[in-house]
Nanobody, 123 residues
Framework: QVQLVESGGGLVQPGGSLRLSCAAS????????MGWYRQAPGKQRELVAA??????NYADSVKGRFTISRDNAKNTVYLQMNTLKPEDTAVYYC??????????????????WGQGTQVTVSS
């Protein structure tokens, strides 16, 4: 079984910063990519940022403000969010595309999701 556990959400004033973390655990063999998505009330889930071993990708709305990074030894991805705006308010979900060991057999790659963490930007 693979689990993704997020942390770091909360309430912050406009212009403030938050750092999200997501740790993947379980019978992981290798991770192709990890990323962060968000979903605001009444809107579709959208990609915020993603990272592979060789590249990063950001939504236009967060470029220059958010930074994604990854600790491969810990199977953990981070999202540093600076200069937060009210429109960044959403539930943020961690995603991982990975291979796992299923009873001795290589399985995947499959997508896994975290439970989500609320980020609220408000004065």
């Amino acid at each position: 079984q693979v689990q993704l556990v997020e942390s770091g959400g909360g309430l912050v004033q406009p212009g403030g910063s938050l750092r999200l973390s997501c740790a993947a655990s379980g019978s992981i063999v290798s991770i192709n990519a990890m990323g962060w998505y968000r979903q605001a009330p009444g809107k579709q889930r959208e990609l915020v940022a993603a990272i592979t071993s060789s590249s990063t990708n950001y939504a236009d709305s967060v470029k220059g403000r958010f930074t994604i990074s990854r600790d491969n030894a810990k199977n953990t991805v981070y999202l540093q969010m600076n200069t937060l705006k009210p429109e960044d308010t959403a539930v943020y979900y961690c995603n991982a595309d990975l291979y796992s060991d299923y009873s001795g057999t290589l399985a995947g790659p499959y997508d896994y999701w975290g439970q989500g963490t609320q980020v609220t930007v408000s004065s």
